[in-house]
C-alpha cells in the first residue's frame, strides 16, 4: 500500500517535455470523439509523444476484452485520428479491437517500431471494484498485454468520476486535470530505476494498471487491489437482470421481454483489505496493477481436482 500526495492542478505537468518520447496507442471504450480521450491525445502530444488515437465509432462501453473476427471499416478522423467501426460503418469496433488497430497504424507510422504502450481512457465514469472485469476501457488494456495480436504491449486503463463528461464540451470540463495527472504518473513510470537501466519493461511481468481517479479534488494516491464490491455511478451496486414476466411460465416458442430490472445494494459489502473501491469511495485516486491470465492459482483445490480418477 502506497499514499503519495500531490499538487493537483497546473503545476501538475512540469517537467513532462524531459521524459522519454514514447510511442502511444490511444483507444478508449466511449467513442473516439469523446472528451476523455481528446483531453489524453492533447496533453499526451503536447509533451512531445508519438500518439496515434484509434478508437471505437462510437460508445461501446461494457463490452470487457471483446473483439471482433468480421470486417472493420477504419477511418481517419483528423491528423493521427481514427474511428473503427464494423463492416457497414454504423457500429463501432470493441475497444479491444480498435487498440490492436492502432497498434498496427502506429507501427506503419513509425517504420516498424513497435508500440511503447497503449493507453485507455479517461473513460467517463470509474471502473473499480467488481465492475472492472466487464469494463471495455480495462478490456482494451487487457488485450494489449496479451499476445493475441503477437506482441504484449504495457497498458494503462484511466477512468475518472465527473470530470470527464460525455455531454460537456472539453474546454467546460475538467477532464484535462485528470489527462496531466496520467502523464505525470507516466513520469513517475518513466523513472523507475529497473527501467532507465534497460532491465525490466515499463510495467513488468506482462501487467496493466487500472487507475481512477475520483469525483471532486483526490486525496492522495493509493496502491491498491482490485476490490470485490461493485461501483457503479459512485454507487455500491449491483444490477438484477432477467424477465419482466415469468420466463419459467412460458410455452416453447413464446418471448418475453427482460432487461434490466432493478439494482442491488452493496453499501454494506464488506470488501477485501486495501481494496480499490474502499480507497475510491474514501476520495483517493487508486492504482491496481492488473493482468490478463485467468489463471486462479488455488494450489489446494488443484490439489483434489488432481485426484480425479479417469
Known sequence: MK????????????GSLNASALNIVLTNDD????????????????????????GPLDGQSGSAAGFNIGGLEITKQAENQYSVAVAGGETGAEPATSGIVGMQILTEMTGGQAPDLLISGIND???????????????????????????????????????????????????????EFTLSYLNHLLERPAYVNGDDALIPNLRALNINYPAGTPMGVMTARQ???????????????GCST??????????????????????DFEDIDEADS????????TVVPIRGSYDGGAQGLKNYLNTYDY
Open 3 to 14: 499514499l503519495k500526495s500531490l499538487l493537483l492542478g497546473a503545476g501538475l505537468a512540469l
Open 31 to 54: 467513442g473516439w470523439s469523446t472528451p476523455g480521450i481528446q483531453a489524453m491525445y492533447q496533453v499526451l502530444t503536447e509533451a512531445g509523444h508519438t500518439v496515434v488515437l484509434s
Open 125 to 179: 465514469g470509474a471502473n473499480v471494484g467488481g465492475a472492472t472485469t466487464f469494463s471495455g476501457t480495462v478490456g482494451a488494456a487487457i488485450a494489449s498485454i496479451s499476445y493475441l495480436n503477437g506482441q504484449s504491449v504495457p497498458a494503462i486503463a484511466i477512468s475518472a468520476d465527473e470530470h470527464c463528461d460525455e455531454e460537456l464540451p472539453l474546454e467546460e470540463s475538467t477532464c484535462i486535470e485528470v489527462a
Open 227 to 241: 476490490g470485490l464490491q461493485p461501483l457503479l455511478g459512485g454507487r455500491a451496486i449491483g444490477l438484477e437482470w
Open 246 to 267: 415469468s420466463c419459467a411460465e412460458l410455452e416453447v416458442g413464446e418471448t418475453a421481454e427482460g432487461g434490466i430490472l432493478g439494482t442491488i445494494d452493496f453499501s
Open 278 to 285: 474502499v480507497y475510491f469511495s474514501q476520495g483517493y485516486i
